[in-house]
T-cell receptor, first 117, second 115 residues
Framework: NAGVMQNPRHLVRRRGQEARLRCSPM?????VYWYRQLPEEGLKFMVY????????ESGMPKERFSAEFPKEGPSILRIQQVVRGDSAAYFC???????????????FGPGTRLLVL | KQEVTQIPAALSVPEGENLVLNCSFT??????LQWFRQDPGKGLTSLLL?????REQTSGRLNASLDKSSGRSTLYIAASQPGDSATYLC??????????????FGKGITLSVRP
């Protein structure tokens, strides 16, 4: 069973361009979370999605950021008109409704490192 | 609003030493607490998860304890090895949005174990 997959692993964009980050959850997982890790900062929650539904987007910036988790395919975090302050590591995590140990562990992907020039 | 603090930000110890990493949180009404390890440029690996009803969890040389009432958790690493060098993150989940809710992270403690 492959782990959480994220691509690309590294992404370079110029200011004003769009960035699309993809996350494929573990097989059988229907919950996806996106976190952002700014330099010298801890991970901050951005958004929590289930298939075709946004459950909690309290950590998403009000503008330029959007996320989706379609019925088919990976979850996408989209950043429009990127600025230098968007440079960070973006991590995706997934979880089943309840894992085999009933512990609701979130499993993290390797992250996408976004650099905005 | 839940806040998670990990102090110090960095720690350097000689190989073989037993050590304790601390984590504190402001809202004691947590669902569970999880310790992660992060290697440079890599993702997060879950080490231990403690449910709110539990006091501790053990895995190999690692032992995590939880004192909900005081808002504290410790990660104990026995007989540290250079391979333990990494950043250790503490994260809590509050029950307000259910079992699959978001995690609130501390900034982490970067551990260096000297050979």
């Amino acid at each position: 069973n492959a782990g959480v997959m994220q691509n690309p692993r590294h992404l370079v964009r110029r200011r004003g361009q769009e960035a699309r980050l993809r996350c494929s959850p573990m097989k059988g997982h229907s919950h996806v979370y996106w976190y952002r890790q700014l330099p010298e900062e801890g991970l901050k929650f951005m958004v929590y999605l289930q298939k075709e539904n946004i459950i909690d987007e309290s950590g998403m910036p009000k503008e330029r950021f959007s996320a989706e988790f379609p019925k088919e395919g990976p979850s996408i975090l989209r950043i429009q008109q990127v600025v230098r302050g968007d440079s960070a590591a973006y991590f995706c995590a997934s979880s089943p409704l309840r894992d085999s140990k009933g512990k609701e562990t979130q499993y993290f992907g390797p992250g996408t490192r976004l650099l905005v020039l | 609003k839940q806040e998670v603090t990990q102090i110090p930000a960095a720690l350097s110890v000689p190989e073989g030493e037993n050590l304790v990493l601390n984590c504190s949180f402001t809202d004691s009404a947590i669902y569970n607490l999880q310790w992660f390890r992060q290697d440079p440029g890599k993702g997060l690996t879950s080490l231990l998860l403690i449910q709110s009803s539990q006091r501790e969890q053990t895995s190999g040389r690692l032992n995590a304890s939880l004192d909900k009432s005081s808002g504290r958790s410790t990660l104990y690493i026995a007989a540290s090895q250079p391979g333990d060098s990494a950043t250790y993150l503490c994260a809590v989940r509050n029950p307000s949005t259910g079992a699959n809710s978001k995690l609130t992270f501390g900034k982490g403690i970067t551990l260096s174990v000297r050979p």
